[in-house]
């Protein structure tokens, strides 16, 4: 659908718009503004991604420094088919133009040890104060975990306290 067709379902079909003279100027203008912005979220989402790639992420038991499986989950290989990097710089992004994102942990058949995930989609079931969270619709790099449910106890969800881009003022 094109903009004239979308305008078009909006006003009638006998509604006339042209994208020449001051009102397409003005269109023109204002989607140009959305892409510079949207561009200048990206490249800070980016930066910030690939500042939270780099850090190594220490691990601690009964109050010492230890690397075991923890330790290379966050910082080798969180799942067979990505690296630390790309791990992080996933979440950081679903985290940014989210608001919200969802790390999962599971054990597939075919791997030996606990795997990590950061999901495409989920869903929250239900919200407790006293009891787990409970967490549905749960895919992640296309694969969809179909009629599972994970519990606050098998997942990592992460909320920014903003849930909107502010707004700015160019």
């Known amino acids: 659908m094109g903009v004239k067709e979308f305008f078009r379902s909006l006003f009638g079909k006998d509604a006339r718009f042209t994208l020449d003279g001051s009102m397409g100027k003005g269109f023109a203008c204002a989607v140009q503004e959305t892409a510079v912005r949207e561009l200048a979220f990206a490249a800070a989402a980016n930066l910030i991604a690939n500042t939270v790639s780099k850090c190594e992420f220490k691990t601690f038991f009964a109050g010492q420094e230890i690397k075991a499986d923890e330790y290379y989950l966050w910082n080798v290989k969180p799942n067979v088919n990505e690296s630390s990097s790309v791990f992080l710089q996933k979440l950081i992004y679903r985290l940014c133009f989210d608001g919200e994102a969802l790390v999962v942990f599971d054990k597939p058949r075919s791997a030996n040890g606990i795997q990590m995930f950061v999901t495409d989609t989920f869903s929250v079931k239900a919200e407790f104060a006293l009891y787990p969270n409970v967490f549905i619709g749960v895919s992640a790099n296309g694969y969809e975990f179909e009629g599972r449910e994970f ?20």
Not at 161 to 168: C, N, V
């Open 151 to 170: 519990f606050a106890d098998q997942a990592l969800y992460f909320r920014l306290a903003i849930q909107s881009a502010p707004e700015l003022g160019f």
